[in-house]
Nanobody, 120 residues
Framework: QVQLVESGGGLVQAGGSLRLSCAAS?????MAWFRQAPGKERDFVAN????????SYIDSVKGRFTISRDNAKNTLYLQMNNLKPEDSAVYYC????????????????WGQGTPVTVSS
């Protein structure tokens, strides 16, 4: 089974940028980023097909976040610009899409998460 390792999280001021990476141990197909703030459910942020041709985002990050992938490196990215305090959360990458939909249950493989804190 593919293993996923996220990196790139940290502390940034509002308006700043971060780039998250998710290194996979093998080939993957559709992948996604989710985030979970303290005391809240894990929410879908963005996903990307195996070819990288099709992406989707939640409305609150459209125009600020960009999901991409480098299949030669088996790596998924999330470029986050103009960060807001409400973006603060632990960010998880996910692979092994099991079913339709954008809920956490739709994915079978998860990384350990990387924390992002945006100060106001």
């Amino acid at each position: 089974q593919v293993q996923l390792v996220e990196s790139g999280g940290g502390l940034v001021q509002a308006g700043g940028s971060l780039r998250l990476s998710c290194a996979a141990s093998g080939r993957t197909y559709t992948m996604a980023w989710f985030r979970q703030a303290p005391g809240k459910e894990r929410d879908f942020v963005a996903n990307i097909t195996g070819s990288g041709e099709t992406t989707s985002y939640i409305d609150s990050v459209k125009g600020r976040f960009t999901i991409s992938r480098d299949n030669a490196k088996n790596t998924l990215y999330l470029q986050m610009n103009n960060l807001k305090p409400e973006d603060s959360a632990v960010y998880y990458c996910a692979a092994n899409k099991l079913r339709l939909g954008s809920t956490p249950a739709a994915y079978g493989t998860w990384g350990q998460g990387t924390p992002v804190t945006v100060s106001s």
